[in-house]
């Protein structure tokens, strides 16, 4: 199986720019090494390069979203069967990739609502960043599963991810003011000066168990510098 090329294919029904497909890239290479080469320090060179590149069609599904405010049913019909293709190179359960594909389809129900009036502050807090989240899930399954481990994500690392991915936004801010439909449910809440909800990411940040405090304290300082 390493032999094999299981790099997901380019979409040509949705072209990216050379200095998109750059930017796409870098941020690919970075998200691996920052949340999944630790986990997976001895893949062979072939399925680490398989995972960045299923990374980056993540990453140019995010781009379509944010740029396209209407969604081509043919377009999100390539994404999919693309991610399925994916992982039937390699060789998964067809039940693990079910529920890894339906948490990704779920994510991109989300942002279509957008576009149908509805806000991100509608979903709640935990629900919204766990399905953000949705990608980095699937890659630590896909890596556990190749390590032969039991492809699931313990209470501890889903909510490592949700904190994570809240900081996302907050370092996103400037970056997703310049798209129409970014995602970013904190600049959505900014934007509407909704005080409640704006406190609710302090409450539930501190709600939070078993997380560093060096974490929780840098991602709330950072928060605190907003304001309605």
């Known amino acids: 199986m390493e032999n094999r090329d299981l790099s997901p294919q380019p979409n040509d029904n949705y072209i990216l720019t050379p200095d998109e497909e750059r930017a796409i890239s870098e941020k690919a290479e970075e998200l691996y090494a920052k949340r999944i080469a630790p986990y997976a320090p001895d893949l062979a060179p072939p399925t680490r390069g398989a995972i960045i590149n299923f990374q980056k069609l993540v990453f140019v599904v995010d781009h379509y979203f944010e740029h396209n405010e209407n969604l081509n049913p043919a377009s999100l019909n390539s994404f999919w069967k693309q991610f399925k293709k994916f992982l039937d190179d390699l060789e998964m359960?067809?039940?693990?990739?079910?529920?890894?594909l339906q948490d990704i389809k779920d994510y991109a129900d989300?942002?279509?609502?957008?576009?149908?009036?509805?806000r991100l502050a509608e979903y709640e807090i935990r629900f919204f960043y766990f399905k953000k989240s949705c990608d980095v899930r699937m890659q630590r399954h896909i890596i556990r599963y190749l390590n032969k481990q039991t492809a699931s994500s313990s209470d501890s690392?889903?909510?490592r991810d949700i904190l994570e991915e809240i900081e996302d936004d907050v370092d996103?801010?400037?970056?997703?003011?310049?798209?129409?439909?970014?995602g970013n449910r904190f600049l959505e809440i900014l934007n509407s000066k909704d005080v409640e909800k704006l406190?609710?990411?302090?409450?539930f940040i501190n709600s939070l168990p078993n997380l560093p405090q060096d974490l929780v304290q840098r991602i709330l300082d950072k928060i605190s510098k907003f304001g309605v």
């Open 157 to 159: 690392e889903i909510i």
């Open 199 to 203: 406190n609710e990411y302090d409450t």
């Open 172 to 182: 996103d801010i400037e970056e997703d003011k310049l798209t129409p439909f970014g």
């Open 110 to 118: 989300i942002e279509a609502s957008i576009r149908t009036g509805k």
């Open 93 to 100: 359960p067809k039940d693990l990739q079910a529920t890894l």
